[in-house]
């Protein structure tokens, strides 16, 4: 031991995840578990399901984790668990094993925000290919089914890193837009990689959504008025999301333009395919031209969206680089247009490879190893926080 061995586990959703990661870059293994294909029976996770098969999975995982790397437990220097945000049931699984494991075997137990995990894969990848040197401050859009976030990176002098939160959604995360107009048109889940699919085949300009009228409610942030009738402005600097109108919009879209048929039509069709896995070719015959325009626009909008809010907040911090992940980075277009738009502020900007872009333990053993060189280790009562934020 003392070469950095970090065993990662994660179980905050639906995937069942661990790996090891040596001295937050070197990945000796990356095993996930995923449920995907149970829960697209139900169209969004069943937390009741997901707990159990991280039970069933967490222990085979781990073994499989261990062996990929050719390591044993008592190579370990720590074991590191995901604490949140995520399902209360599914957290639990994981880190009831992981602070056994590192009690048994007398190693430190680390606990990670699953989101500051995101941001590592990134940026562990990103150091791995050496092509961009990302410098803190940096600004980092967690983007996935159950967030949208703005962060500024920053690192304390004890080489601890923190994160200032100026930017989130304050009602839908982007992901489960994505997820929610999917399911309106009649597409599969996760709607996402059915939705980036078939986007090139519309015209994105077809329909304009304007996010100028789709305002975010301003909310407070537990600031309270010593005098209520003066009217304080609680409302944050403007990187705020908001996704819930654009997905009202879709769907009067779809009605007001007699598209349900087509939809139902559509949604039969698909589940006679009866796979997760989307074949494209096909489900693009199932869309006439109106539906690809429409889901070209949408795409289109949020994107543009996420880009302005995410290079905004970029310029006002004066960050010096920008990181994207969480499902969402998965993107082709998000990808291509925020690329382009890095590239023009001469920005250097990183991107998850697709593999690590969805859930994984290695993000969160990576996360893991400024703690661990900073010795912020948890306690032996650490536990699943389900609203934990960064
Ligand atoms: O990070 P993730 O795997 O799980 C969490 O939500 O934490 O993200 C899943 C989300 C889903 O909402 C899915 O529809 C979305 O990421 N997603 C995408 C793409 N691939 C996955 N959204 C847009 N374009 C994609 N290519
Ligand atoms: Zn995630």
């Known amino acids: 031991s003392g070469t950095g061995l970090i065993l990662g586990i994660e179980s905050s959703c639906d995937e069942t995840a661990a790996a090891v990661v040596r001295a937050g870059s070197v990945v000796l293994s990356n095993v996930v578990a995923s449920q995907m294909s149970l829960h697209a029976n139900y169209g969004g996770v069943v937390p009741e399901l997901a707990s159990r098969e991280h039970l069933r999975n967490i222990v085979p995982v781990v073994r499989e984790a261990m062996a990929q790397a050719g390591v044993g437990f008592d190579d370990l220097d720590a074991v590191a668990v995901t604490e949140g945000p995520g399902l209360a049931g599914a957290l639990l699984v994981g880190i009831t094993y992981a602070k056994a494991l590192a009690y048994g075997l007398g190693k430190p137990l680390i606990g990670v925000n699953h989101l500051e995990g995101h941001i590592h894969a990134v940026l562990m990848e990103a150091r791995q290919r050496s092509e961009v040197a ?24 004890a080489g601890a890193w923190s994160y200032r939160n100026v930017g989130r959604t304050v009602d839908d995360a982007a992901g489960e837009a994505y997820d929610k107009v999917a399911k309106l048109l009649g597409l599969g889940y996760p709607g996402g990689p059915w939705l980036d699919a078939l986007a090139g085949r519309g015209n994105p300009r077809a329909v304009t959504f304007n996010f100028a009228q789709i305002k975010p409610r301003p909310h407070r942030e537990g600031i309270s008025m010593p005098n209520k009738k003066a009217p304080v402005s609680t409302s944050r600097p403007g990187f705020d999301f908001s996704f819930s109108g654009i997905k009202t919009a879709v769907l009067r879209y779809v009605e007001t333009h007699h598209m349900r048929q087509s939809v139902e039509a559509r949604r039969r069709a698909i589940a006679v395919m009866g796979d997760a896995k989307p074949d494209i070719e096909a489900v693009g015959e199932l869309c006439d031209a109106q539906t690809l325009d429409l889901i070209a ?32 980075a998965a993107n082709s277009e998000l990808r291509r247009r925020f690329q382009a738009e890095a590239d023009r502020r001469g920005l250097p900007i990183a991107f998850p490879s697709l593999a690590l872009s969805t859930d994984n333990a290695a993000m969160i053993a990576a996360a893991a190893w400024p703690k661990f060189l ?7 009562d650490l536990a699943a926080t389900p609203q934990l934020r960064l």
Do not use: C, I, K, W
Request: glycine share 12%; proline share 2%; charged share 10%.
């Open 134 to 157: 990302m410098e803190l401050p940096l600004l980092a859009l967690v983007v996935s089914g159950g967030h949208t976030h703005l962060y500024l990176a920053q690192q304390s002098e």
């Open 297 to 328: 626009s949408f795409q289109y909008a949020v994107v543009g969206n996420l880009l302005r809010q995410s290079f905004a907040a970029a310029e006002t911090f004066g960050a010096r680089g920008v990181v994207v992940s969480g499902g969402v």
């Open 374 to 380: 900073a010795g912020d280790f948890a306690s032996e």
